[in-house]
């Protein structure tokens, strides 16, 4: 680390929860995890951005192919939330995606090390 790194602790006032492609037919294909403990892991960091009312985004990239639907259970957690990206693979090359991270207002960022 530099000398000249000041350390930022992350607040609820400078978080949200960005959840990209938490989709059916991905979370098969976790293998770290088997896909009910990937699925649980998901839901829980979504459970706590809305107890501590973090903005939330939901995002995935083709819901109709085969990577299948956003995990059901988080649309239902956040109904508003949900920001489709047909044919972009990288959430930042949708401007959708881009406007909804700009608009929660959220600016920290923690420098590379």
């Given at each position: 680390m530099s000398a000249s790194y000041t350390y930022r602790r992350?607040?609820?006032d400078d978080a949200a929860v960005?959840?990209?492609?938490?989709?059916?037919?991905?979370?098969?294909?976790?293998?770290?995890?088997?896909?009910?403990?990937?699925?649980?892991?998901?839901?829980?960091?979504?459970?706590?951005?809305k107890y501590f009312k973090l903005p939330t985004i939901l995002t995935t990239s083709f819901e109709n192919g085969p990577n299948g639907p956003l995990v059901p259970e988080l649309k239902e957690m956040f109904p508003n939330a949900y920001i489709a990206r047909p044919?972009?693979?990288?959430a930042w090359d949708?401007?959708?995606f881009v406007k909804a991270i700009k608009k929660t207002g959220r600016k920290h960022s923690q420098p590379s090390l």
């Open positions: 992350l607040s609820k960005l959840l990209v492609d938490h989709q059916a037919g991905l979370i098969s294909l976790v293998q770290d995890f088997s896909p009910s403990e990937f699925k649980n892991n998901v839901l829980a960091v979504a459970a706590c951005g044919g972009n693979i990288n949708n401007e959708d």
